[in-house]
C-alpha cells in the first residue's frame, strides 16, 4: 500500500506543475495528465506525434466525476458500464469543463470509468479526470507490456510510475460511442 501511495503523491507533483506521466492503466500502459490542462494535454500529443483531431480519451474515477464532466449522461451508460465483463470507454455527447484540446471535432470525448486500485485513487487525489492513451507514438503499435514501450516515450514523459512493469495487457478497452439522441454505436469491442 505506502508504494502506492508514494507513486501517487509522485504523480501528482509532476501533474500539478502541468506535466506527463507514464502509468500502468486497467488496460495497457498509457500516458497521462490533467484533463484540465490544455497545455499538457498539447505536450502527450507531441510525444505522440498525434493530429489534434484524433481525440484522446479520459479517466475518471466514478459515476459522480463523470457527471461533473458531462452535460447529460444518458441512463442507458449506468447499465453498460454496470455490467460490462471489459473495461469499457464510453464516448458522450457534449464534455464540459475540459480541456477543449481533448475534445472532438464533434463535441464529444471518451470517459472510462476506472475499476483499477492505482488509477482510482490517483484521479481521487487528482480530484479532476486524467487523460489516457496508448504508450506509442501514433501509428505505431500498441506495447501489450512496459517493456515494449518505446526509448522515445520513455524519456518524453516527466515521470514514469513504478508500478506493475510485468503485467501484460494484449487489449485496450471496449469502446462504445452514446449518442444523447438514442443512438448506440460500438467503436471497439
Known sequence: ??????????????????G?????????????C????????????KLKKREES????????????????VEDVPEMAYDILKYAKKPTTVIYDKPIRIAENLVGDDDT???????????SELIKKMRRPLVSTSANISSQPTPQSFDQITPQILKGV????????????????????????????VIRK
Open 20 to 32: 506527463i506521466i507514464l502509468y500502468p492503466t486497467d488496460t495497457v500502459w498509457g500516458i497521462g
Open 158 to 185: 516527466d515521470y514514469v510510475v513504478n508500478l506493475q512493469r510485468s503485467k501484460k495487457s494484449p487489449s485496450p478497452s471496449a469502446i462504445i460511442k452514446l449518442s444523447n439522441d438514442g443512438q448506440v454505436k
Open 34 to 45: 490533467d484533463a484540465t490542462n490544455a497545455d499538457a494535454v498539447d505536450k502527450i500529443y
Open 54 to 69: 484524433k481525440a484522446l480519451i479520459c479517466l475518471v474515477s466514478n459515476f459522480k466525476m463523470l457527471e461533473q464532466y
Open 109 to 119: 470525448l471518451g470517459i472510462r470509468v476506472v475499476r483499477d486500485k492505482f488509477c
Open 1 to 18: 500500500m505506502e508504494k502506492i501511495d508514494q507513486e501517487i503523491r509522485n504523480c501528482l507533483e509532476v501533474i500539478k506543475k502541468g
